[in-house]
Each structure stands twice: as C-alpha cells, then as structure tokens.
C-alpha cells in the first residue's frame, strides 16, 4: 500500500498564491500539517523521586458530621513523649532504631474545637521531579504546574457534578492543605504535595481513603493490593501573547504505602 508523504512547506504555499481558491481538502491538509499547542506535552516528564521524605503528623476528624472541614492534619515539629495508643506493625519487615523510637511514641495533644483525635504517627513519603524542556524560556511563557483530582460524579447545589479531573479552585485547596498550582522555579524541579492531604484519616493508617472519596461498589478507592490511592494528573501552563495553553496532561496515581511500616507513599505514573 503506498503511503502518501506529507506537502512541503514550499508545496502548501502554492495552495494560498495570490488568485488561487484553495479547497476544503487543501485547507485540511493545511492544519493537519502542523501540531496544534493543545497537542503538545512542551517537554514536560514527570516521576517519583528515589529519595523518601518523612514527617510527623496528627489526625483529627470532625465530631459533628456536617462540618465542611471533615478532617484536620497537623504537622508537629517534635514528637511528644508518651504512648496513648497501641500500634501494631502491619508486617514483620525489618526496622531501625528511629522508626522503632517513633512507633513507640505518638503525639497526645489537645484536639481542636469540634473534632477528635484518631491518629498520630510518621508518614513516609516521595515527592515529584519534574523535568521541562529547556526549549520553554521561562521568564517568556510563565509556566505553573496544574494539578487537578479525579472526582466521582456528586449531587450540589447546581446539580449534578459530572465525574473527572478537575483543579481545586484556591478556596478549597486551601482548606484540605493542598495547592493546585505550582509556579515553575527551574528546568529541573521538585514538587512536594505533601500527598498525607490526599487521604482522610482512620483510627488505622491501613484504612485511610482518597479524600472525598465514595465507598461503593465498583469504586476505584483500592489497588489490587487493598492501597487506597487517589488518581491525580498534572499539565503544564504556559502563556503566548497573553493567553495560556495546556500541555497533554501526565496521569498518575497516589498511592497509600501500607505494606509495612515505612512504606511510602508514592506516585505510579502512566
């Protein structure tokens, strides 16, 4: 079957001369020459960095269901002495002498007005490296990273929410402690969305779930390995005279380390 090369830049040219009337078919082949700037990624990659990061937490959830806030996460500076709850290793998976220090120690604090303590430990993580083409001057294009959430399908005040990604707006990433922009400082970067906000607490750390999340049937809140995760994509913003083009957007899932007591929380991509 012969295969029919594109029309050279000189080729479409003739197209367009002055007196000719190009066709529907010729303005076709036109824009299917080029790449549209909603087609391209601008080079961005994204991946799970090698190192793990980690920091102490507190977890409290609301006392009266109808709050807005459900859940409160508190980073502690230091861990208080004492033990106020029991924690049981979820594996036998050989451990050093801090994170034997840490599970025999959790944080008892005063809880906020209308909310209950359930939960305070260290949390084990990985943050994103974001890798953008040097192509991209960034004092030019003024590129931020998008992050937006999967969201099922909810009835509001509007109606009917259909399902799919979507970018918190300002006013409600900031009551969950997430950020759904990032400006771009480099060409090699680091994001930390510190990803413990992802998930709503549980007495256990094993039953966190996807924060919002539905329990139902059919819901896509566990792994085949019974890790809660949260599907998440990010994109690359950019501006060309004042407008602003996304990039092809990266998926990505945030998932719930809970193998064993210092398994992170990390991020599969793809």
Do not use: C
């Amino acid at each position: 079957m012969a295969i029919k090369k594109p029309t050279t830049r000189d080729g479409l040219k003739e197209y367009f001369k002055t007196g000719e009337r190009p066709s529907q078919e010729q303005f076709a082949e036109l824009f299917d020459s080029y790449t549209h700037l909603n087609e391209l990624n601008f080079g961005i990659t994204a991946t799970s960095t090698a190192d793990t990061e980690n920091q102490y937490y507190r977890f409290y959830k609301a006392i009266d269901l109808k709050n807005p806030i459900g859940y409160i996460t508190v980073k502690a500076e230091e861990e208080e002495e004492g033990i106020i709850e029991e924690f049981e290793p979820f594996s036998e998976a050989p451990q050093n002498d801090i994170l034997k220090k840490d599970m025999a120690k959790t944080a008892e604090t005063e809880a906020p007005e209308g909310y209950r303590h359930v939960l305070s430990r260290r949390i084990y993580y990985k943050k994103i490296a974001v890798k953008i083409s040097k192509s991209i001057d960034l004092a030019t294009y003024s590129p931020v990273i998008i992050i937006e959430r999967y969201r099922q399908s909810k009835k509001n005040k509007n109606g009917l929410r259909p399902k799919g990604y979507l970018q918190e707006n300002e006013r409600d990433a900031t009551k969950a402690q997430r950020k759904s922009e990032y400006p771009v400082t480099g060409h090699d970067m680091v994001i930390d969305l510190e990803p413990i906000h992802y998930f709503s607490p549980a007495d256990k750390y094993q039953n966190f779930t996807p924060s919002g999340s539905l329990k139902k049937k059919g819901s896509f809140v566990m792994t085949s390995q019974s890790k809660p995760f949260e599907l998440a994509r990010l994109s690359l913003k950019i501006k060309i005279n004042g407008i602003s083009y996304r990039s092809q957007p990266i998926h990505f899932r945030i998932v719930l380390g809970t193998s064993h007591d210092a398994d992170p929380i990390n991020f599969i991509f793809g």
